[in-house]
């Protein structure tokens, strides 16, 4: 922790005042003039030994904020612990600190400094700053700064605490039409599996043989009478869709081939952000979603369903370094009864790039399949047949 | 509920008292109470249910437009004695129409600033018991309130940059703490510094650099007594009823009596007008009157009198008994002429007999409630004037050569010619009776002359302009014809002294109120009084009173309240206010400083020779001879060192206790290596945050300092050893430990400078 002492303007003012009445009463000797002078000065003493009583005896930490997401606000908190056993903490501002050495500010937008009114003798208070990505990636936040000014604003009292902490801002996500992505899933990706889960849930699948481990409750006991060995009814339950999302990025930023006056860079996040809403979308409808990112050498993702399964797929979008080198290799395509595959690509569309039913989209894709205003409201969303050819490229 | 609940009621409280303080100071009550009534008012109609706050720009205007008016006030009657006032009237007048604005924290900083600067400029105007009151709530009322307003400018900073934040989802709204706590804390922490503050503040008044007999005479004139007689000031003089003393006035046989007229009580006689100052003084330049002068002791009985001069107090003596109740001063207050003088305290008093002033030795002492009595002499002879005088009489003619300014002899002769010109022929200089007859008359012509409708008593002279070019003895005889007690006794005086009659000037108290149930006169500030004697024979002086005993009477009169009755209560307090607070100049400083420095010695002498007979019995007790002082000192060192120790060793440990938390005692004694290494890392440059292991925190040094981070981790093995393993160490492990984070602390010092 560093100290640091500031003048405010106020204190200049307050401290010209002082001098002013000092004068006055030195020069006109009036004892009630004497009496507000002394007073003046004695604030100034009470004012830096109470801010500092309290704040020099604080400790602070930051409290690690998980994750965040590109366009809504992080709350970031702050434990601040009063070490005082007597004087509490008030008006307290609790703000980080950009230009650190490895702190990377231009991701976000500027904090809102976190304010805690009060806090106890020995008493812990979380303080909440807000602050809103601005772009995918890592966040790192170096230092903060717990300052303040009570009691009279006369010094401003300044803690530094250096607390490097590292956190992932996952992609933007667009609410995307569900209309829109059912037709993503026009070339299958549902109906033709069964779950995994065997049991007496689900619907009638068949007969078969007993085998070990079956439950006692599943065998079918008429048919199994005229049987020479116990038949159990074969039992499942409807598979959610699957969806496997590629995206292409084997070619690196420089090399993307774009009409001029067009951030390579840009087009790049926003193909993760379409991939990211896909995605988003598509789990919160109940599906599957498994993510494979070509060109570069993440691991893939399989396809599972659950928000956890969308914080790690937005996890692994939100850890793609764009600045690292981009690999050609040869890009192994999913089977085509592992679900529908789309393969969301930058600059131009690569039929090479999965099977003949995979759907191709580029970044503009995203304003067809946005929601907008009428579809929020239960309206009928805009068909985009007209938009993507049987190779899913857009027209 | 939490301590912003009521802040704008905080705020109105702060405008009010403020606004109280200046009415109080400036006599402006009216004001005073229209401005308290829409201060109080702007909670309902700006911040209540339906308040509609006043618009910016009308706001502007109007504060134009009063700031305008007061530069017109300011520039029609330009006096810088007033200027102060007027800014303070402005300043009231903008705090509480700010009261009805839209307002921000900062906003209300301003409020706050400019009932502060109302204060201060009423603080140069009065120094009343009931403003000092005043300013000591609204001090206690402003720390509160800036406190206030800083979290008021916290909260709002915060909430404003919260509300700007743009994102695609809500934003958590900004919470404010509430419940009790945060409340009673920051109340009790208010009242704190507000009470430290008042400390400090009258430890600064105290050792403030005084000037020597100020005795807040720079600030308001108001009724009282004072030893000189200064004219020139044009203001008010403010009417106060405080209870100065009581006098009880016997007759030879102890009955008390009430005179047929106003009792003059004699405090200062000043013979000498000087013109350049306007002031009268006591003419020191006739060194037989220094010469003359005697002190008399008294012993302390009331029932004791000590003669003043030769003469023993005749049975016709009447006796005049002054008891004082508010005034500190080192005037003895008599009737003419006094003989004798006993006190309740031992006292030395000085004797002036020429004039027959009693002044009490110790400056300003005479007050606090004693009593004194005096024997007096109300028509005494030649022989009984002499016998108390002494020494050698004065020549059996007038010494007047004359009054300093001119003009005042013509308008003097003017006055004569038309009421008596036989005056104007000087007396026959061998026969002294003709010429103190003459004195007696033309004394008696100014008197009435003065006495007369062409002239009026008043109080108030802010009407009246005297030039500084003209003196304002002329000036009230020849122009304005208008002023009060110190004016017609000037006036008389001078014109007496224009025409070579011995005159003087005489200031002290007319008792008037006199008490049927205790039988004694009660003597306020407002009997002051300015009157003037006039030689009469060779040591004889007659009192001539130009102030009209109706004006005086009436204007007692119209002052008597029931609230009188009561007014005792609040003397008191105005007497340690007047005595402690505001005649608190450099004397009663320096007093205070020896008084204070003869107590501390005084102490210091009893210490020591408390010491010294302690160190003698215990040396006798035990038979040491000289050397057991020797002893005792040893013993005496040995006692320091170990409280020494045991202070360092319990601060120590609680020192770790606030660091590792409840632990056994063991834990406490065996783990205080842990402190050095703590030290060492914050030496280092790498203070341990309280959040992070010891563990973690060695492993994050092992980058920026292997060095350090090598020697630290066998010691914070240990600690874990010790805090969560329950291992005991011997005392060599002990040792051990200690001495490897001393080493520590010297690797962490060592290196610091090439640490980047």
Known sequence: MRYRYQVNLAGVLYLVITLLVGLAATIRPNNILVWVFGLLLALIAISGYVSGAALFRMSARRVDPGHGRVGRPLTVRYAVRSGSRRVPLFDLSVSEIEGGSSSDWSRFSRPDPAWVMHVGPNEVTHAESVLVPNRRGRMRMDRFAASTSFPFGLLGKRVIVSQPLETLVHPRTIPLSTEAIDRLFTGGGDGDRSGRSAGSVGEYAGLREYRSGDSIRSIAWKRSHSATVPIVIQRATPSPRRMQIMLDLRRATGELRLPEGIDGRAREEDAITLAASIAETVILAGGEVGLQVAGSDIPDVRAQSGRRHLDRLLTTLAGIELDAPRSSDQVSIPALRSGVLVVVHVDRVDPSLGHDSAVHLMPASIETLRMDRDDRRGETAPAIDETLDTTGAVA | ?756
């Not at chain 2, 009331?302 to 500190?328: H, K």
Request: net charge positive.
């Open chain 2, 1 to 756: 509920m939490n301590p912003l609940a009521r802040y704008p009621r905080q705020l109105r409280v702060e405008v009010c008292l403020a606004l109280a303080a200046y009415s109080v100071a400036l006599q402006t009550f009216e004001l005073g109470f229209i401005l308290a009534v829409a201060a109080i008012a702007s909670g309902y109609m700006s911040e209540g249910p339906r308040g509609r706050t006043l618009p910016r720009w009308a706001a502007t205007v109007v504060a134009l437009g009063i700031a305008g008016w007061t530069l017109v006030i300011f520039l029609n009657n330009p006096l810088p004695e007033e200027t102060m006032a007027l800014i303070g009237r402005l300043a009231c007048l903008l705090a509480t129409l700010r009261l009805f604005e839209r307002r921000t924290a900062k906003d209300d900083r301003q409020v706050v600033m400019l009932c502060v600067v109302a204060v201060v400029a009423a603080a140069l105007y009065s120094f009343q018991l009931l403003f000092g009151v005043l300013v000591i709530a609204f001090a206690a009322q402003t720390i509160r309130m800036i406190m206030l307003n800083r979290l008021r400018t916290g909260f709002d900073a915060a909430r404003n940059h919260r509300q700007k934040i743009v994102a695609s989802s809500p934003v958590p709204p900004l919470e404010v703490p509430t419940g009790r706590a945060p409340v009673m804390q920051f109340r009790v922490l208010a009242v704190i510094c507000t009470l430290a503050a008042f400390l400090a503040a009258s430890v600064v008044f105290v050792i403030f650099p005084r000037t020597t007999g100020a005795r807040g005479r720079t600030l308001g004139m108001r009724t009282g007594f004072a030893p000189r007689v200064e004219l020139g000031r044009a203001d008010q003089i403010e009417q106060s009823n405080r209870e100065v003393f009581t006098v009880r006035w016997s007759d030879p046989r102890g009955e008390p009596i009430k005179w047929p007229q106003p009792l003059l009580l004699r405090g200062a006689v000043l013979d000498q007008w000087d013109p350049v100052d306007r002031e009268w003084v006591a003419d020191q330049s006739r060194r037989g009157r220094r010469r003359s002068i005697r002190t008399v002791e008294t012993d302390g009985s009331i029932e004791d009198f000590t003669r003043l001069g030769s003469l023993s107090p005749p049975l016709t003596a009447y006796t005049q008994t002054v008891t004082m109740r508010s005034l500190a001063t080192e005037r003895v207050f008599a009737r003419w002429a006094p003989v004798s003088i006993a006190c309740d305290e031992s006292r030395t008093f000085i004797f002036n007999p020429s004039s027959f002033e009693i002044t009490d030795s110790a400056t300003g002492r005479l007050g606090r409630f004693s009593t004194y009595r005096l024997k007096v002499l109300p028509s005494p002879n030649q022989q009984e004037l002499l016998d108390i005088a002494g020494g050698s009489l004065p020549p059996n003619r007038p010494r007047t050569r004359g009054f300093p300014v001119p003009g005042v002899r013509e308008e003097a002769e003017r006055i004569l010619l038309e009421r008596a010109p036989e005056l104007l022929e000087p007396a026959d200089p061998d026969d002294p009776e003709t010429v103190w007859q003459r004195s007696r008359r033309i004394a008696d012509v100014f008197t009435e002359y003065l006495r007369g409708p062409d002239f009026s008593y008043t109080l108030d002279l802010r009407r009246v302009t005297i030039r500084q070019d003209q003196d304002p003895i002329l000036s009230f005889l020849l122009d304005q014809r208008l002023g009060h007690c110190q004016y017609f006794a000037s006036a008389l005086c001078a014109l007496c002294q224009s025409m070579s009659v011995d005159a003087r000037v005489v200031t002290g108290f007319v008792a008037v109120e006199y008490d049927d149930t205790l039988d004694h006169y009660v003597v306020r500030e407002s009997n002051a009084h300015a009157w003037v004697e006039v030689r009469t024979g060779r040591i004889s002086w007659r009192e001539f009173d130009p102030t009209s005993s109706d004006v005086l009477e009436e204007l007692q009169a119209g002052r008597r309240s029931w609230a009188d009755e009561f007014r005792w209560i609040y003397d008191r307090f105005d007497f340690l206010w007047n005595s402690r607070i505001v005649a608190f100049d450099g004397d009663v400083q320096a007093t205070l400083a020896e008084e204070a420095s003869s107590v501390a010695q005084t102490r210091a002498e009893k210490l020591f020779d408390w010491v010294r007979m302690t160190a003698n019995r215990v040396n006798r007790y035990f038979m040491l001879g000289p050397a057991g002082y020797i002893w005792l000192g040893v013993v005496f060192v040995v006692i320091v060192v170990a409280v020494i120790t045991v202070f360092t060793v319990v601060r120590r440990r609680r020192m770790i206790r606030t660091v590792i938390g409840r632990a056994p005692n063991r834990v406490l004694r065996e783990a205080g290596f842990y402190l050095d290494l703590l030290d060492a890392f914050s030496r280092a440059g790498f203070p341990k945050p309280s959040h992070r292991s010891p563990m973690a925190h060695v492993e994050i040094l092992r980058e920026r300092r292997p060095d350090l981070a090598e020697a630290a981790a066998p010691l914070v093995d240990l600690f874990y050893e010790i805090r969560f393993g329950g291992r005991r160490l011997e005392s060599e492990s002990r040792r051990r430990a200690e001495s490897d984070a001393r080493n520590l602390l010297l690797i962490a010092s060592r290196r610091e400078a090439e640490v980047p």
